[in-house]
């Protein structure tokens, strides 16, 4: 009697730790690919870069590169767990295993890399200002002087501007980028400054076709890279092979003209593997 109560309490904890096992290989990446499943940081409000759509999809130059990379790691697009990942958590994200990589505006810095690795980089992108399509006065940074810039709350881009080239700038504080781009198309503001590439992806969107553009002025280089966990270096050589290959057969110049095509972004080439620009 006694040796059967042990039995079947054995049988009973030998049943959960199989249904933990079974549920945690759900739970965490294929680490080989081959079908399994990925989970990839991105950003979900950048149109261009990151963008969750109506219909729950994804899409954008950052989505673009982060399938291709999945792809030649071994994973279906089918089986891409695409999650947000904010600014501010990204580091934590890969430290945590919560992601396998990140492609979300990344721009790899000293700072960052004490933390995390990063593969690539895959765009190089630069501070620049966003002004009216019929705009005629804003030619240079200085012109921004006495000019209203829009600063998102969180970003220091229009701080930068203000401190460094023009100090008589006047600064408006908005939400987010779209209330900027009202105030914008509204002439409550004169210009909004960020990185080139987010700006070309909203006036990229069809609601803003044709009423905005990009100035040019390349204030700052934004080296974008796929951040991973500290010290895999496998998945790093992993990672820029597949960018590389992404380069060579034409699929990198295809994503640029999909995503940044109506905002005439004049993007820089490639970035060549390890080429940070300082």
């Known amino acids: 009697m006694q040796l059967r109560k042990v039995t079947a309490a054995s049988a009973a904890v030998l049943a959960l730790a199989l249904t933990a096992t079974a549920c945690g290989s759900d739970d965490k990446d294929d680490a080989a690919g081959g079908g399994g499943k990925i989970t990839i940081g991105i950003k979900i409000d950048q149109p261009g870069l990151g963008l969750k759509t109506k219909d729950g999809t994804f899409a954008g130059f950052d989505v673009d590169v982060a399938t291709y990379v999945a792809k030649e790691l071994g994973y279906d697009a089918k089986n891409i767990n695409f999650v947000e990942t904010k600014s501010a958590d990204r580091e934590t994200a890969i430290e945590r295993g919560d992601v396998k990589f990140i492609a979300a505006t990344y721009s790899i810095t000293d700072q960052r890399m004490e933390k995390v ?161 300082k």
């Open 117 to 277: 690795d990063f593969a690539g980089p895959y765009l190089l992108a630069h501070q620049d200002v966003l002004v009216r399509a019929d705009d005629v006065s804003i030619k240079s940074p200085e012109d921004l002087n006495d000019k209203n810039l829009c600063s998102v709350a969180g970003s220091t881009s229009a701080k930068n501007v203000k401190d460094k080239l023009a100090p008589k700038a006047e600064l408006q504080n908005y939400g987010g980028y779209s209330e900027c781009l009202t105030g914008l198309e509204n002439k409550a503001v004169d210009a909004l400054t960020t990185d080139d590439s987010i700006l070309a992806g909203y006036a990229a969107q069809d609601i803003n076709k044709g009423k905005f553009k990009l100035a040019g002025f390349k204030m700052t280089n934004e080296n974008y890279g796929i951040g991973l966990k500290k010290g895999d270096a496998d998945l790093k050589k992993k990672i820029d092979a597949a960018l590389t290959k992404m380069v060579s057969d034409g699929s990198w110049d295809k994503a640029v003209a999909d995503n940044f095509g109506p905002a005439n972004y004049k993007n820089e080439p490639a970035p060549k593997i390890g080429d940070i620009v």
